[in-house]
């Protein structure tokens, strides 16, 4: 209202001038009509140029946003304030608007889960770093697509039709992508008019796991079942046949051989949960390499003489004493890694014929740390089953492995108690030249003696 009492009175002032103008110079009637139309007139002009001030600096917003409001007064003054403010008002919301997109897209670039947001034609108008890789998109050249035509899978094509998006569905990823296969829940959820929400979740994890979950409880039923009907049968024949005493000796004896192996085989599924269920060993604990040493040449030359009964004995070669002395202490579990030595032992000397040499080594790295070999003249491994060697219940010669009294489950037992003490197994074979496990150990893990 102020701005147009000013227009008002400048009006009025100017067409007044006008009209005195005109009786200075002696015109009454017809130059007092002429004073105010000229006196109008020059407010209409100057009103003019102050409007086209205003309008200039509009057109100039569009390249320069910023551009601070023209000096005007009156009403355009007024205007052009208030036009500046809710200019910088909108701004600010324009700005928060923008960082809340921004926070937003990078949260789901953030995702392990691939998104893909699709329009009411089922094209793709945007998505994520993980969908690129899930389906072999480009975030840059397939928007605008239809998804239709970038995942070709039939069962997809026939879900995205059905338009019945209550359950996910489980696809692989496409062959065309240069990557290991992988299996993919996708669930697709509508929002808005006709338009998706696509949302992919890598369960390549989770499927292996179940299927290594049943065929771990298949094996494990299988090495349980196998002694078990033995016993019964065993057990049966005690009760219903008159033996003597020799057959009777001797069947007891083969019922002790099969609950032994099935007390060894729990021991071990006991040993792997507890390894798998338990932090892994600090820095804290230090055993002399020796002391491990000692129990395991004593374990394995017994082993060794009832493996091998009145037959040529194997030809243990242990570091001596003064090797010994020198190898100093390994951090970690005592009891894991005697467990992991003992068994890289035990398998060569169940696996090596009679007579045959098995040589054990601790030997410094010149970097830091040591290794653990223990290297056999045994029948060797073909080089097909190295890679599968440390599985569960995997076997090379089943056979042969239950008859020495192996569960399947110690070089399982050994790869946990490595990783678990940040060190690594390396296996090399030649068949018909024997064998090399060898356990290498970071420097952190080791303290050497001084000589």
Avoid at 174 to 185: C, F, K, N, T, W
Avoid at 344 to 354: D, E, Q
């Amino acid at each position: 209202m102020p701005g147009l009492f000013f227009r008002l009175a400048a009006l009025l002032i100017l067409m007044g001038a006008g009209a005195g103008l005109a009786r200075l110079l002696g015109r009454a009637a017809t130059g007092l009509a002429l004073g105010i139309v000229l006196g109008g007139l020059a407010w209409l002009s100057w009103d003019t140029w102050r409007f086209l001030r205003f309008q200039s600096w509009l057109r100039r917003l569009h390249g320069e946003p910023q551009a601070a409001p023209p000096r005007l007064s009156g009403i355009w003054r007024d205007t052009s304030e208030r036009v500046a403010r809710l200019l910088r008002r909108q701004a600010r919301l324009t700005r928060a608007s923008e960082n809340r997109l921004e926070n937003l897209r990078a949260g789901l670039q953030a995702s392990p889960d691939g998104v893909i947001v699709l329009d009411e034609k089922t094209r793709i108008e945007w998505c994520n770093r993980t969908a690129c890789r899930h389906f072999g998109l480009d975030a840059r050249r397939d928007v605008a697509q239809s998804i239709t035509h970038l995942l070709r899978d039939p069962a997809f094509v026939a879900h995205l039709a059905a338009r019945n998006f209550e359950s996910a569905l489980a696809l692989t990823r496409p062959a065309s992508v240069a990557a290991p296969p992988l299996r993919l829940s996708v669930r697709l959820c509508p929002y808005g008019e006709g338009r998706l929400l696509m949302i992919s979740h890598d369960v390549t994890a989770f499927e292996q796991a179940e299927a290594m979950r049943r065929d771990f409880v298949a094996n494990v039923s299988h090495e349980i079942r196998t002694p078990l009907t033995v016993l019964a049968g065993f057990v049966e024949t005690l009760q219903t046949l008159p033996l003597a005493d020799g057959e009777r000796q001797d069947y007891l004896d083969r019922m002790a051989r099969q609950a032994g192996r099935m007390r060894g085989l729990v021991d071990d599924l006991l040993t792997l949960s507890r390894l798998e269920g338990s932090p892994p060993p600090g820095l804290d604990e230090w055993t002399p390499v020796r002391t491990i040493f000692r129990q395991i040449e004593a374990d394995a030359r017994a082993l060794s003489a009832l493996a091998t009964g009145a037959r040529a004995p194997h030809r243990l070669d242990f570091p001596d004493a003064d090797a010994l002395a020198r190898a100093g202490e390994i951090a970690g579990a005592a009891t894991e890694l005697h467990s992991a030595f003992a068994n890289l032992v035990n398998n060569a000397i169940r696996y090596t014929p009679p007579g045959g040499g098995i040589e054990i080594r601790w030997s410094p790295r010149a970097g830091g740390g040591a290794c653990f070999s223990v290297r056999d003249s045994g029948p060797g491994i073909a080089p097909e089953h190295i890679p599968r060697l440390t599985e569960r219940f995997y076997r090379v010669d089943a056979a042969r492995s239950r008859a020495t009294g192996g569960t399947g489950l110690g070089l399982s037992i050994v790869k946990h108690v490595l990783q678990r003490h940040e060190a690594t197994l390396a296996i090399e074979s030649v068949p018909g030249q024997g064998a090399c496990f060898t356990a290498t150990f970071p420097g952190n893990r080791v303290q050497r003696t001084a000589v």
